[in-house]
């Protein structure tokens, strides 16, 4: 027992630093990038290349982390109520060890990153097999948009999140995993489905349909307990409207400016699709470049995510199948989507079917792995380019 726990700590060891070794690589491809198209002159560095990493949303982070809710303040409004607190308050401690903001928040965003990376192994491991494993985290790794897990966004944080409490609910240790809940809705909106694949592995678990028809309710109260426990998750929420509260007076006034302000808010996923499909192929509002960095991907995305959910139906758990048709769902249903490609980049379930899909066809991860990796590198460009790839 104790040499197959030690192998255990040994293969996440090897995981979190194959993971930090890949980000640094991704760093430097970034700043073989900026060197290239850096002018005669030009004063390329340490300072330039942070810089160049802090684009769209990121700098809503940082004047977060830098001033507080109550201090970032934009037009007089406090329009950054719509960003979750978990990641800048992160960002805000650790400053007080480092001094530069931006390098903090890719340094939590790379470690983050990597201990997902762990966790999304051993989870894997708990159903499927070590190669499923491995091209899984591989294809996500490689995924076009996962250059994401590397900047000042919330992806590292949440894959290290919902990797653990997907991790310790198939574990069925629970008040672990509703800790994670907690972290989980206190870090970006689809924290909130992670209820959904705790209550499948609970039906599952405890079977009420059986417990009905044989008239056996000893295990009710048990189902009962266990799913009201869930419910903490949502104090993470509740902390989020609590600072809402705090600032303006409203709980709930993060939805206001989602709408009037971000132009943000749930719809059909049919009107989204629609005009994912019309602006990247059809409408001339806007041009070749922006087609192809916003709207072209998006679109592609649905198409993919849809064909991955179907392929997956009766090869993958219940458990993972309900979270990832549940997150599918919610990201094709903005009102104004322009980051489905990073959203989807921490999807595990999708990853683990074509992970899952390499196991007997061994094609299918080494082709996608390249067409990935060459995708990936030409929209890293395009963001350090300042293209519109949010």
Known sequence: MKIKQFSSLNICLQIFLAALAFRFFMYLISALILAFQAGEGAAFGWEYFLTCWCKWDANHYINIAEHGYAGAVEDGKHLFLVFFPLYPYLMSFLHLIFSDIRFVGMLISTMAYAGGCVYMYRLIRLDYSERTAWNSIILLSL?????????????????????????????????????????????????????????????????????????????????????????????????????????????????YYQKNHWSQGACLPTRTVSYLF???????????????????????????????????????????????????????????LLSAGRYLSCCIPLFLILGGAGEKRKWVVPVLAAASAMLQIIYLTGFMNNMQIM
């Open 143 to 255: 995924f076009p948009f996962s250059f994401f897990y590397g900047g000042i966004m919330t992806e590292g944080v949440f894959l290290l999140i919902s990797a653990a409490m997907l991790y310790y609910i198939r574990q069925h240790k629970w008040w672990t995993a509703v800790g994670f809940g907690i972290l989980a809705t206190m870090t970006r909106m689809q924290g909130v489905l992670l209820a959904v694949p705790a209550a499948v592995e609970l039906l599952i678990l405890y079977d009420p349909v059986q417990m009905v028809r044989k008239r056996d309710f000893s295990k009710l109260k048990s189902l009962l307990g266990r799913g009201c426990s869930f419910f903490l998750m949502f104090l993470g929420t509740a902390f989020y409207m609590l600072i809402n509260w705090r600032v303006e007076g409203d709980p709930f006034r993060f939805l």
């Open 278 to 336: 019309e602006y990247a192929f059809f409408s001339d509002d806007y041009d070749l470049q922006t087609r192809i960095s916003l709207w072209i991907p998006q679109a592609v995305l649905f198409l993919v995510s849809v064909a991955i959910l179907i392929y997956g139906i009766r090869k993958l758990r219940a458990f993972y199948m309900g979270y990832a048709a549940a997150y599918v769902l919610m990201t094709f249903s903005a009102t104004w």
